[in-house]
């Protein structure tokens, strides 16, 4: 007579990227659900984590999207991309129909007065999520070779055209000469960095004296190091900011022997500290390229916007500058046409359902106890926020209809629970259930291992996980290492829905997410497009454009309340504070026809009951600070990669880490380090499991 296997029992805690993507890659096999039976515990009432996006059901708001935050997928996002595939192809449904790539992603800077600096990358063929396709290092440093040389025949180019400009002159003196001699020169110096390219990585000894000695003499044949910038057309100045950066990048590389090093090592110190080592130019250490990438990852430490704070590991840095310019399928970056939450979290959500993965909403956890010898955890405990009427499963999601559109129709969250779903129902109205305090818990659960499961993933976020993980530091060898090297910071995102056109608020370089803009909502992005998947009702009273905008968030404005909820007054007033500010001061670098007369921004752009007057009116717009541990992003901040634990690394025998604060490939927070890190979690479940004999 045979007899039912026993399945292993999984409980996740969590319900973003990468605690979705470990229950998807566990599951993904045939054959899988009859061996692992997956229970995720989520905060609240709908997942996503830091990509959860909602909608706004109350009357005369439209149907309107709200989001955490301001996101793009990177065309390098191999794994993320891949996920997301099988969960639509799991689902009947194109993966890109609600995507929409973008060849330009253009920085701005301030050079006397705001200006934009455009940056375009070549369409690409490939096949998203097709790692096969990506550059090895050796790939990257071929690729910033070749790039360098095209910098250096526009230099020459420059200085073809210098006449008697004395600026242009000094930067390119040596490159004035015959032209044919000047550009054999060129030449044969970067046939000389490509060839010791070539030395180190064929494994050949490094000659005496400086491995990147090449590369130096190519850039002082280029440009003068004594002369400045200062005075040059915008064209030369961006074109020798990009060869010092190219340069400096590459003799950094060389010298510190990532080809067989790897990257990890360089993340000891900043990525400008770094590039200041290796010989860069303070100007181009200052230029729009560099607060881009610090920009685009929250680089700075405390969430005040300053070179002082500026804190991006050089090894994290250098990777996410390369995978994102150089390892990317078909676009560079594809911006999403509806909220997050449904173009990304909802099919991955029903996939798993679908899967047989269940989902307990309204469980906050509160602590992991470890057992008495520390050498695994004993139990995981949650607080209950709500219970369903009926002891029936709570349904999150709704779908909302979108005729003559493609797809149809949405699977949508709403902003707020479905508090008819629940027992305690209106009471919880006005409560936040997505903060970790303010709400009265209506019961525990506690899960213990053993009885009621057998292994465990911990896929909560940082700032999260230390709360949880209290008791660790100082128990189990590398989590106390790792709380004192790693750092969260605060961001703030906002969505402004304004009664005017792109073009008629006077941005002329077409719908485009920006990076480096004016701090310290350095990052904008026009998502009119969604407006289509929104139902405002009488066209004449419905928005014509909606923006994006994010940014780290200065913890001085929290007044020692960082723990607050993102809708709570201290949080609400900081993002109030900062959105009005930036807009009046800055509104115009991006909208030159969003001001009044005698300056300042025209609050009357701003969609809202007409009556409502100036700043007020942001209070039919949607901001918000993320404070919550949740909520917070995760920093790479020097020296921290190597206290980073690994999805296998917990020091435990029944618990898996899952989350962009463990170590990867990809050290740095993104939906691909998150992705990422819950394959490798589901590998390190089902290496746990084979040694239950589960």
Known sequence: ?????????????????????????????????????????????????????????????????????????????????????????????????????????????????????????????????????????LGWLRAIVAFIENRAARLHGHAQRAGDNAAHRGLLARLLGDVQTVAASIREQVAAVAARVELLAGGGPVPD?????????????????????????????????MADLAIS??????????????????????????????????????????????????????????????????????????????????????EMRAGMGEVVIAPIYRALVQRGVKFRFFHCATNLELAADARSVAALHFDVQATVKGGADYAPTFMLGFPGQVPDRLECWPSEPFYAQLDQGDALRGVNLECRTGWNPVGQVTLRAGADFDLAVLGASLAEVRGLCADFRGRVPGWGPMFDAMATVPTVGVQLWMNRTLDELGWTHGAVPIDAGPEPLDVWADRSDELQREQWGDPAAAPRSLHYLCGPLDERLLQGAPSASHDGPVAKAAATTVTRDWLTANAAAIWPASTVRGGGFDWQLLVAPYKVPGPARLGAQY??????????????????????????????????????????????????????????AADAVRVKAAGLGL
Not at 217 to 233: F, N
Not at 273 to 297: I, Q, T
Request: hydrophobic fraction near 45%; glycine fraction near 12%.
């Open 623 to 680: 901001l918000r600070a993320n404070v919550e541990p949740t909520e917070r992003y995760v920093l790479s901040v020097a020296g921290s990669t190597a206290t980073r634990l690994p999805a296998d690394g917990s020091g435990l025998a029944n618990l898996v880490l899952a989350g962009d604060w463990t170590l990867g490939r990809w050290n740095a927070g993104c939906i691909e380090a998150a992705a990422t890190s819950g394959l490798k």
């Open 209 to 241: 004296g400086d491995a990147a000695a090449p590369v130096e003499a190519l850039r002082d044949l280029l440009m003068d190091g004594k002369v400045s910038l200062a005075g040059l057309d915008d064209e030369l100045r961006r074109d020798a900011i």
């Open 249 to 334: 990048a590459l003799a950094g590389m060389l010298r510190d022997d990532v080809l067989r090093r790897g990257f990890d090592p360089l993340d000891r110190e900043d990525v400008r500290a770094w590039f200041r080592r290796h010989r860069a130019r303070e100007e181009a250490l200052g230029s729009a390229p560099v607060r881009a990438l610090y920009d685009l990852c929250f680089a700075y430490r405390g969430g005040a916007v300053s070179w002082a704070n500026a804190d991006f590991a050089a090894g994290a840095a250098l990777t996410t500058v390369l995978r994102i310019a150089l390892d990317y399928a078909d676009y560079v970056v594809y």
């Open 1 to 137: 007579m045979s007899s039912t296997p026993p399945r292993c029992r999984v409980a996740i805690i969590g319900g973003g990227m990468a605690a979705l993507a470990t229950a998807a890659e566990l599951l993904r096999e045939p054959g899988a659900a009859a061996r692992f039976d997956v229970t995720v515990y989520q905060l609240g009432w709908r997942l996503g984590g830091k990509g959860a996006s909602g909608r706004n059901l109350n009357p005369g708001m439209g149907m309107r999207i709200e989001e955490h935050g301001l996101h793009v997928w990177f065309g390098c996002y191999d794994n993320a991309w891949s996920l997301l595939q099988r969960c639509c192809a799991a689902l009947g449904r194109d993966m890109l129909d609600l995507f929409q790539g973008q060849t330009d992603t253009p920085y701005m800077e301030d050079v006397g007065g705001w200006k934009v600096w455009p940056v375009t990358f070549p369409r690409k063929y490939g096949t998203l999520g097709d790692a096969s396709t990506a550059a090895n290092v």
